[in-house]
């Protein structure tokens, strides 16, 4: 039976239940069996007060067990359960997730992106040494500088504060000896920033001109290849 079909159907029964006392609604109920009924509806349809065309329906009604329709109850109802049991199980396994990636951002799989350190000491030639962290993308050498692991394209970083507030510093980013960025202002602190090339094994290394940085970060990301 089409979806039309069961509109039909809901409306003759609708009409049948609503306008019992209509000559144009024709009702019999017959027993075929003592478990089952048959309901026949005839609908006489008019037109200018005249009838115009009429239709038939039939319906043939089962007795069914109350133990029948509890048992269909009873399996839609451990479905249900079913269901809703996989679907606390999925969300618990997406809050465990969710807090190792709040954790670990990074996964243990996928390589670094990001490389931070610190201003550890105050090198000979007015160099900046800074302190060992574990090797990323860079490492710390025993001199202190840092040293490229991995070729690409980079955004290189450094924040450093003087020792004293009025003192002027000032800072040279130097990679294998030769500078590619210098600091254009001095002030409470002072910032370098600049997008670098660098290749494997290359050393950058932070001089500072004028001043002396007490304290200070150094931070690049990787963009690419």
Request: aromatic share 6%; proline share 4%.
């Amino acid at each position: 039976m089409a979806s039309s079909d069961y509109v039909k159907v809901r409306c003759c029964l609708k009409e049948w239940l609503d306008n019992r006392s209509s000559d144009d609604i024709q009702r019999k109920l017959t027993l075929v069996t003592d478990e089952r009924l048959r309901i026949d509806i005839t609908l006489a349809l008019r037109l200018l007060g005249s009838v115009w065309a009429s239709t038939s329906y039939s319906f043939e009604l089962e007795l069914v067990p109350v133990e029948a329709v509890n048992g269909m109850l009873w399996t839609k109802l451990l479905s249900t359960k079913a269901k809703l049991t996989r679907l606390r199980e999925h969300e618990q396994e997406r809050e465990q997730e969710l807090k190792k990636a709040r954790l670990d951002p990074t996964p243990s799989n996928s390589p670094p992106v990001c490389f931070r350190t610190t201003i550890a000491s105050l090198c000979s030639l007015r160099r900046v040494g800074w302190g060992k962290v574990p090797p990323g993308l860079f490492a710390v050498t025993d001199d202190a500088q840092i040293r490229c692991l991995r070729a690409g394209q980079y955004i290189v970083a450094v924040v450093a504060q003087p020792v004293g507030l009025r003192q002027r510093l000032l800072m040279a980013l130097v990679r294998n000896g030769e500078c590619v960025r210098r600091s254009e202002k001095a002030g409470d602190s002072t910032l370098l920033a600049t997008v670098v090339r660098l290749n494997e094994s290359d050393k950058l290394t932070l001089n500072y001109t004028s001043g002396v940085p007490t304290s200070g970060h150094f931070a690049a990301i990787r963009l690419g290849d």
